[in-house]
């Protein structure tokens, strides 16, 4: 049964929602400094294109953290369809306390290089490296990799 699912990694409701909640609260104040005490032209600007931006991320993190982080023998894929590796192409994972990683979550480094995608609070993929995690459970990122790395050992024949 290669479709069996066995880890899965989401975002909770509250975490949900208290990380979309901050990005919002952000972009909505720093749009209200800059119009209520309006700066130099060029820092309000500024200010206003920062805001706007936090908004276009809290909006990217609704969106995103909407769907899962699905692990199956063969990959790690999204709910909505989108496989973030093969379990054959993953080369290794850090998940130590130093490692460039999301919170919470893991790294993931492939043999080939992917284009560049992002599921804000979820996971990202920048070339070789691909991080899981954000506004997820420890506990579930955790099993994830754990299982991972299992699945990888028995590829290697350790």
Known sequence: MQDEILAVVEASAPRRWIGVGMLVTV????I?????????????????????????LAQRMYQATAYRIELTT???????????AQVTDVEAMDRGVFAFKPSNGFLLRTRTAGEGTWAPGLWWRLGRRIGVGGVTAAAQTKFMSETLAALMAERDGV
């Not at 063969?74 to 973030?84: F, H, K, N």
């Open 74 to 84: 063969t990959e790690l894929r999204s709910s909505a369809g989108v496989v973030i």
């Open 32 to 56: 209200y400094v800059a119009l209520a005490t309006p700066p130099a032209l060029g820092w309000q600007v500024f200010l206003i294109v920062m805001g706007i931006l936090a908004l276009w």
């Open 27 to 30: 972009g909505v104040l720093v």
